[in-house]
């Protein structure tokens, strides 16, 4: 009895001096294999640099490299790729790892007696060490909007952003972000700027989720490691898992209301409408609201208004780009009165969840439109077949006119050009002065008694379009009256002479039309 209470001291006092002992036999037990030799590729890398470790034992052991314990080395590294290979004489296990974290890792060991592995994970590139000093420098971080340290409400869309700021050269995969029970998650969009990491310029590769809680409680979003390719190497960052929670709203707000402020993106409306036809009026809405919960809304608000609710509103969802959903809105109206018609002034209600009290949450965003001048088109029509008439009337006394005056200035072309005739005649007939001095009177028109040469000359240049008879009318009163020697020129070349400038004479167009 003595003997078996000795042994049971002595073994208490050996386990209280050699804790490590016992502490670490459970993790041998599950980690070490007999005869195995663990080497890693590098001892330092930086963060998101892949590593090689090398598992190697002789091929006679059993069990096999296949079956061993890797579960302790994802506390620290994602594991990318196994490659089991085998010889006759070897057996060898090599695997990928990426690090999870930065600092000094400590790798289990693998062996009963073998040394625990370690490697230097440094954040970017470190100077004056060649196997980090060419790698890029990355920061990963994960915001949101509203804050994640602030909280999240049930049914409250939330833009959640992961963010990649590097500098160098990389290529990314874009991550992936799935709905679950209780979440929805729906990708709005990736987008580049520029960025800074400790006074470094650097580019801010984000990539942006609508996260929108269902339940009420804790919520944990993790990421895969982001991927990225630099020349033809492929690189994997860790990427901080986002613990949130979502709170329930207060019981008197309205289940039905969007959670965020809507926004009207756009309306069309016309200028000028007509009586007879209904005037459309067409918006773009973002708004989390339910299903038919705008429709019921814009409905009572046009219900006491004759001409807009002659017809129901039309509500449809459309494409989403942004944070919250987007409707096509179409309300329709039967103007009754021609005139201006001043459009209702549209409300859109809303909850903000982090207001005081009801009166303060409730909120609203208030939605404008320009006159619009209706017109009757009957009215107008009337007019217009009216100036129509009056149009065709005067175009068609407009064309008589047009052809009375063109046949009246046919005939009266056609009287002057007999009369011209008549007195080219008379011209060439003439046997004397006498008789060419009458032909000239004849040229002249009207009542040419008592007139003399040079007076019958200017009623010959007003009526008729032609070379001037002065000079000829000179020598003509020489040959009259015998002077010099102008009179022996004969009478003969001046009667050919009047002859060939009358010919040359056409009516001017204010000829009377004797």
Same mark, same amino acid.
């Given at each position: 009895?003595?003997?078996?209470?000795?042994?049971?001291?002595?073994?208490?006092?050996?386990?209280?001096?050699?804790?490590? !002992?016992?502490?670490?036999?459970?993790?041998?037990?599950?980690?070490?294999?007999?005869?195995?030799?663990?080497?890693?590729?590098?001892?330092?890398?930086?963060?998101?640099?892949?590593?090689?470790?090398?598992?190697?034992?002789?091929?006679?052991?059993?069990?096999?490299?296949?079956?061993?314990?890797?579960?302790?080395?994802?506390?620290?590294?994602?594991?990318?790729?196994?490659? %089991?290979?085998?010889?006759?004489?070897?057996?060898?296990?090599? %695997?990928?790892?990426?690090?999870?974290?930065?600092?000094?890792?400590?790798?289990?060991?693998?062996?009963?007696?073998?040394?625990?592995?370690?490697?230097?994970?440094?954040?970017?590139?470190?100077?004056?060490?060649?196997?980090?000093?060419?790698?890029?420098?990355?920061?990963?971080?994960? /915001?949101?909007?509203? #804050?994640?340290?602030? +909280?999240?409400?049930?049914?409250?869309?939330?833009?959640?952003?992961?963010?990649?700021?590097?500098?160098?050269?990389?290529?990314?995969?874009?991550?992936?972000?799935?709905?679950?029970?209780?979440?929805?998650?729906?990708?709005?969009?990736?987008?580049?700027?520029?960025?800074?990491?400790?006074?470094?310029?650097?580019? $801010?590769?984000?990539?942006?989720?609508?996260?929108?809680?269902?339940?009420?409680?804790?919520?944990?979003?993790?990421?895969?490691?982001?991927?990225?390719?630099? /020349?033809?190497?492929?690189?994997?960052?860790?990427?901080? !898992?986002?613990? $949130?929670? !979502?709170?329930?709203?207060?019981?008197?707000?309205?289940?039905?209301?969007?959670?965020?402020?809507?926004?009207?993106?756009?309306?069309?409306?016309?200028?000028?409408?007509?009586?007879? #036809?209904?005037?459309?009026?067409?918006?773009?809405?973002?708004? #989390?609201?339910?299903?038919?919960?705008?429709?019921?809304?814009?409905?009572?608000?046009? $219900?006491?208004?004759?001409?807009?609710?002659?017809?129901?509103?039309?509500?449809?969802?459309?494409?989403?780009?942004?944070?919250?959903?987007?409707?096509?809105?179409?309300?329709?109206?039967?103007?009754?009165?021609?005139?201006?018609?001043?459009?209702?002034?549209?409300?859109?209600?809303?909850?903000?969840?982090?207001?005081?009290?009801?009166?303060?949450?409730?909120?609203?965003?208030?939605?404008?439109?320009?006159?619009?001048?209706?017109? #009757?088109?009957?009215?107008?029509?009337?007019?217009?077949? %009216?100036?129509?008439?009056?149009?065709?009337?005067?175009?068609?006394?407009?064309?008589?006119?047009? !052809?009375?005056?063109?046949?009246?200035?046919?005939?009266?072309?056609?009287?002057?050009?007999?009369?011209?005739?008549?007195?080219?005649?008379?011209?060439?007939?003439?046997?004397?002065?006498?008789?060419?001095?009458?032909?000239?009177?004849?040229?002249?028109?009207?009542?040419?008694?008592?007139?003399?040469?040079?007076?019958?000359?200017?009623?010959?240049?007003?009526?008729?379009?032609?070379?001037?008879?002065?000079?000829?009318?000179?020598?003509?009163?020489?040959?009259?009256?015998?002077? +010099?020697?102008? $009179?022996?020129?004969?009478?003969?070349?001046?009667?050919?002479?009047?002859?060939?400038?009358?010919?040359?004479?056409?009516?001017?167009?204010?000829?009377?039309?004797?």
């Amino acid at each position: 009895m003595m003997r078996l209470l000795r042994v049971c001291i002595a073994a208490g006092l050996w386990a209280a001096l050699w804790p490590p !002992a016992f502490a670490q036999a459970p993790a041998a037990a599950l980690q070490t294999l007999p005869g195995l030799v663990a080497t890693l590729e590098k001892s330092r890398i930086a963060l998101g640099e892949p590593v090689t470790l090398i598992l190697r034992r002789p091929a006679s052991k059993a069990p096999g490299l296949d079956t061993l314990d890797l579960q302790a080395l994802r506390a620290d590294f994602d594991i990318a790729t196994r490659s %089991l290979g085998r010889d006759a004489s070897t057996e060898d296990l090599r %695997l990928t790892l990426y690090p999870l974290r930065v600092g000094t890792l400590t790798l289990p060991r693998f062996a009963p007696r073998g040394q625990p592995l370690t490697l230097q994970v440094d954040d970017g590139p470190v100077e004056g060490v060649t196997a980090t000093g060419q790698a890029p420098r990355v920061r990963v971080r994960v /915001f949101s909007e509203p #804050d994640i340290a602030a +909280g999240w409400v049930v049914r409250q869309p939330v833009r959640l952003t992961l963010e990649a700021c590097f500098t160098g050269h990389l290529l990314w995969k874009p991550p992936t972000l799935a709905s679950r029970n209780g979440l929805s998650v729906r990708l709005l969009g990736e987008l580049g700027e520029a960025g800074e990491i400790d006074g470094q310029p650097c580019t $801010a590769q984000r990539w942006q989720w609508a996260v929108v809680p269902q339940v009420i409680g804790p919520l944990r979003l993790t990421w895969p490691l982001l991927q990225a390719t630099r /020349f033809g190497s492929e690189w994997r960052f860790p990427a901080p !898992a986002v613990e $949130a929670v !979502a709170r329930a709203l207060p019981g008197w707000l309205p289940g039905e209301l969007p959670l965020r402020e809507p926004q009207v993106l756009g309306q069309r409306l016309p200028n000028e409408a007509s009586l007879r #036809d209904p005037l459309a009026w067409e918006l773009e809405i973002e708004g #989390d609201y339910g299903d038919g919960t705008l429709a019921e809304l814009l409905r009572a608000q046009l $219900a006491g208004d004759a001409v807009w609710s002659a017809y129901l509103p039309e509500v449809r969802p459309a494409p989403a780009r942004g944070l919250s959903p987007r409707w096509s809105v179409r309300l329709l109206a039967q103007p009754q009165n021609t005139g201006p018609l001043q459009p209702p002034t549209l409300r859109l209600p809303w909850v903000d969840p982090q207001a005081g009290g009801p009166s303060q949450a409730l909120q609203q965003v208030t939605v404008h439109a320009e006159v619009v001048e209706i017109s #009757d088109p009957q009215a107008g029509a009337v007019w217009h077949w %009216l100036i129509g008439a009056l149009t065709v009337l005067l175009a068609a006394g407009a064309t008589l006119w047009s !052809a009375w005056r063109l046949r009246c200035g046919w005939r009266r072309y056609q009287r002057a050009s007999r009369e011209h005739a008549r007195l080219l005649d008379a011209i060439e007939r003439s046997t004397g002065a006498l008789e060419l001095h009458q032909a000239l009177a004849g040229l002249a028109g009207g009542d040419t008694s008592g007139a003399t040469l040079f007076e019958l000359l200017v009623r010959v240049q007003t009526r008729w379009r032609g070379p001037s008879l002065v000079d000829w009318a000179t020598r003509f009163e020489r040959l009259r009256f015998g002077a +010099g020697a102008d $009179a022996e020129m004969g009478f003969e070349s001046l009667r050919l002479e009047l002859s060939h400038l009358a010919r040359a004479m056409r009516p001017r167009p204010s000829m009377s039309n004797r």
